[in-house]
């Protein structure tokens, strides 16, 4: 029995926005208000990968790219960018979300590789010693002594 290895498939990323959820008096093109704008996953996030994206590291890698007061939240399949905008993603702000949700992704999927592979480690010694106390086991005859 051997893990599945971890494909760049694997890795979470975003596939869009919802355009269905965003604000319905937004203008197109129109970057001076801040409002929340939905981002769809292609897959659902493991647990340590929203930790992560919700984080204060994250809010601190943000701010120093030039986005003091986005944060980011998840709800269910969805990024939800909260205080930004069509214009300020299309400028720069998605390519900073998508390498930090790429970072982030890589790194939680090679510890559950490393969690798999541990398990599975663990998984094989326990059967070889149980092979091997079995065989001990198989070895033992109740025979008496010749009279």
Known sequence: MTSTPVTKSDELAL?????????????PGG??????????FN????PQEIV????????DKLRRAGYPDVTLAVHDRRLVIEHTNLG???RGLATVIATTLRTISV???ATLQTAADNAEAARDRDLQRAQDITRA???ITFTPEPS
């Open 15 to 27: 596939t869009g926005v919802l355009a269905s959820g965003l604000p319905a008096n937004i203008e």
């Open 31 to 40: 970057a001076s208000r801040f409002y929340d704008v939905p981002a769809v």
């Open 43 to 46: 897959r659902r996030p493991h």
């Open 52 to 59: 992560d994206l919700e984080s204060n590291d994250t809010r």
């Open 88 to 90: 300020e993603l299309e």
């Open 107 to 109: 790194n939680v999927l």
């Open 137 to 139: 086991a198989e070895r």
